[in-house]
């Protein structure tokens, strides 16, 4: 019988399990992580290393391990590191290198391949008061506890019209989430970006340094300029304690919602996209795509301005669809256990972000009792230190 079985080997699941054993709350013979992909934090190191972040939005204290500090403390011993680049700005934003290393190194030294499954879940059923997990290989875990740990990035938002353009003329258009992206550098030129927030920024950024003066980014909002995605207070109890006290669940939704600057970007990033397009290498437009027509190596995109772009590749920028992730699996699992679930679908949790006696969840599916910080790397801390210290 196994101790904990973790759902999910993403950022969330990965800081459970360092809290969980960095506590000495199990062992890596006590603890599985369960994830499809071949080695832990592939979606993040996808996702990322695909629009060439250079630097975290999040400060250097928001890692996966336990102290504050450790992120510092490792780029000081490995000397390969320097303050100035590594750590960006007033806020010390770290490198996605250094921060990724630094994951790399602490699941070394906890061992956490040892603990690591590669196979999806597809089942979780209470059984004489333990936990039996069905995997997609067959396997069957038998394990006190479970944490659900899996995030929203499987679920690609792509805008209506996008849909029958990808099905028809599957290479002109990508979401830059695809798993099966192909190298920007294959792509057709022109490119059009389809988003106005940090991953749309990331990429412009990147793709004109690759084809200077062949970028469109096409957003249909004025830029939203904040250093955060939410506002620093909801990390600590000034914000969260009146929060929980939210008894009705559709007001915290609301409350999750108002909080959350969408789509926004810091303002570093706003000034580099300023001068890209000074220097001629960018352009920036305002609408909304109504319609297209594909022409040969080309698709016309119709704004509702009464405008119109041609484009090579479009790429969406466009995020993620905000319903409960995992539903197909999940939903059947809320029925046959009975789990409680709010208006929009998301679990109704207690104060120990239990779901059911010894089912926890973090990340995404833990925001109605976290907050709007939950999908993030701090919310990931709020949550393996509230699952660690049971
Ligand atoms: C480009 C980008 C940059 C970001 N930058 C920052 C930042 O600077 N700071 C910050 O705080 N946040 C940032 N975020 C937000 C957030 O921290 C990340 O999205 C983070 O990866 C979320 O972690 P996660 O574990 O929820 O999701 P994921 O990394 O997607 O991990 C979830 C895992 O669950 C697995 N899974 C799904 N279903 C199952 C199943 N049935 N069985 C087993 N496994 C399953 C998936 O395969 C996946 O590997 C960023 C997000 C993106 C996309």
Known sequence: MLKWVIVGGGIQGITVASFLLKKKKTSTNQLRIIDPNPNPLDNWKRCTSSISMPHLRSPSVHHIDTEPFSLQSFSKKEHKYHPNTDFYGRYKRPSLEMFNDHCDHLMEELDIPQSYVASKVKNIEKKDGYWRVHLQSGEVLETEKVVIAIGISDQLHLPDWSKDLKQDHPNSLYHVFDKDLPLLESMIAPFIIIGGGI?????????????????????????????????????????????????????????????????????????????????????????????????????????????????????????????????????????????????????IVNNMLEWAPNLFVSGALAELEVGPIARNISGARVAANIISSI
């Not at 600590?236 to 559709?250: A, N, T």
């Not at 466009?318 to 046959?336: A, C, H, S, Y």
Request: hydrophobic fraction near 35%; glycine fraction near 8%; charged fraction near 30%.
């Open 199 to 347: 991953t749309a920024t990331h990429l412009a950024i990147k793709l004109a340094s690759l084809f200077p003066g062949e970028v469109t980014m096409l957003k249909r909002h004025p830029f939203r300029v904040h250093d955060f995605d939410s506002n620093p207070e909801w990390l600590g109890p000034k914000r969260r304690q009146p929060f929980v006290q939210i008894k009705d669940y559709e007001k915290r939704r609301k409350t999750i919602r108002a909080a959350r600057h969408k789509g926004s970007i810091p303002s570093e990033l706003r000034n580099r996209l300023s001068h890209l397009v000074r220097t001629e290498k960018l352009k920036i437009e305002d609408g909304t795509v109504k319609d297209y027509k594909v022409q040969p190596n080309k698709v016309e995109l119709f704004l509702d301005n009464g405008e119109s772009i041609i484009g090579g590749t479009i790429l969406l920028a466009t995020g993620f669809e905000q319903g409960l992730p995992g539903r197909e699996w999940l939903e059947p699992v809320i029925k046959q256990e009975n789990l409680p679930c709010a208006k929009c679908g998301y679990p």
